[in-house]
């Protein structure tokens, strides 16, 4: 079975930092790209990172440039998203999620696996 497992959610204050992870499970992801999405009570869900197979490529939406990196660790079959300077707005569920191919997109319908989400909350 395979899974993609999200952790590393929480509060914290406007300014603050917070770090979430993504764990697979079932199959390797060593050859697929991989993103980091979010959903913001009341809104759709939106693209907030990408990154290549190699982690050589990165791509961030414009609201996170800057704040937000992408990671990962093909060994652990992990991805990351350390996020610092972190605002009201960045308050979602953020999923992580495999794409199909190894290099991503920004489009959700292109990610074949993904998790169950972690809540980031961030206190003005």
């Known amino acids: 079975q395979v899974r993609l497992v999200e952790s590393g959610g929480g509060l914290v204050q406007a300014g603050g930092s917070l770090r979430v992870s993504c764990t697979a499970s079932?199959?390797?992801?060593?050859?697929?790209?991989m993103a980091w999405f979010r959903q913001a009570p009341g809104k759709e869900r939106e693209f907030v990172a990408a990154?290549?197979?190699?982690?050589?490529?990165?791509g961030y939406t414009d609201s996170v440039k800057g704040r937000f990196t992408i990671s990962r660790d093909n060994a652990k079959n992990t991805v990351n998203l350390q996020m610092n300077s972190l605002k009201p707005e960045d308050t979602a569920v953020y999923y992580c999620?495999?794409?199909?191919?190894?290099?991503?997109?920004?489009?959700?319908?292109?990610?074949?696996?993904w998790g169950q989400g972690t809540q980031v909350t961030v206190s003005s």
């Open positions: 990154i290549s197979w190699t982690g050589d490529n990165t």
């Open positions: 999620a495999a794409h199909a191919r190894p290099f991503g997109s920004r489009r959700s319908i292109d990610y074949d696996y």
């Open positions: 079932g199959r390797t992801f060593s050859r697929n790209a």
